[in-house]
């Protein structure tokens, strides 16, 4: 039996509270894209924790590379590689790792798809949420690109994949913020990410897995315009972890405060609740 609007609330907001307590700054507060403008975004963007992780990285990267140099074209060729295989790495990843029905179904894994996933699909505009958490994305960014770029380039070459690695990766969050902050982009080419990324979280889940590249989705047949699949997928906020699949394997809901929440995020519970979540 679903508990009411208001208790679900309650839950979430005890939760926001004791994690605050551990959140430096501007980070105390929850933030929602929805309730923010783009200065709102840059103000919070280059304070979240993960964000400067990546950046000082990249910098230590930039360092090691400057006492173990590779040649011009070495560094060009392990930088474009990582470039070009990125995209196809995220559309793996996110469709069959953070789109998976398994993870939840290990009891020591259900945490981590929690976070990284379901919880971004529970809410999508909850900006916290949205940023990947460090233990899983760093590991995955010096798998992906550091071997790539040590068999081009020994120690540089490394050093510069990373790096490139891991400033890609701040481009995709940012993109991935503004196609989920009120705003409507100037640009055409981001104003379409911003329409596919959209159906992805509130029509149909099962498709338009790309962030910043749809290639992949054109050439693994998931790409799709809302029009061709008029009907909404009914787990396109949970994933299909579903009450039913919940009684089998309940850790996520357990973590989730007893609660497997369906329907929009703003129009869950009663409207007196909603009005007060706590907003950016």
């Known amino acids: 039996m679903f508990p009411s609007g208001a208790a679900a609330f309650f839950v979430e907001d005890k939760v926001r509270h004791v994690s605050s307590k551990v959140k430096p ?38 360092v090691l590379f400057a006492y173990h140099p590779a040649t011009l074209l070495e560094t060009a060729a392990s930088a474009a590689l990582v470039v070009v295989l990125y995209p196809l790495v995220w559309y793996c990843l996110h469709r069959w790792v953070l789109h998976s029905n398994w993870m939840f179904k290990v009891p020591f894994l259900a945490s981590t798809w929690k976070r990284i996933h379901y919880d971004h ?57 503004i196609q989920h902050l009120a705003y409507k982009p100037k640009s055409k080419l981001i104003a379409e990410m911003k329409k596919r990324h959209m159906a992805h979280h509130f029509h149909d889940e099962s498709g338009n897995y790309g962030i910043t590249s ?35 394997y309940p850790w996520v809901k357990k973590l989730s405060g007893g609660i497997v929440a369906t329907g929009h995020p703003r129009k869950r519970g009663d409207n007196s609740a909603s009005h007060e979540r706590e907003a950016a």
């Not at 999508?124 to 899983?136: C, I, Q, S, Y």
Request: hydrophobic share 45%; net charge neutral; glycine share 8%.
């Open 25 to 62: 700054g501007i980070w105390r507060r929850s933030h929602y894209l929805d309730r923010m403008t783009l200065k709102d975004l840059w103000v919070a963007y280059f304070q979240y924790p993960a964000i400067i992780a990546y950046l000082g990285l990249a910098a230590a990267s930039m």
């Open 121 to 177: 699909h529970q809410d999508p505009n909850h900006l916290e949420v949205l940023f990947g958490a460090l233990h899983t994305t760093l590991p995955t960014i010096a798998l992906v690109t550091a071997p790539v770029g040590y068999a081009i380039g020994g120690i540089g070459g490394a050093a510069a994949a990373l790096a490139t690695g891991l400033l890609t990766t701040c481009v995709y969050e940012f993109v991935h913020c």
């Open 214 to 248: 749809y290639l992949w989705d054109r050439v693994l047949g998931t790409f799709y315009d809302r029009p061709e699949r008029p009907k909404k997928s009914p787990t396109v906020f949970n994933l299909g972890y579903t009450e039913e699949v919940a009684v089998r």
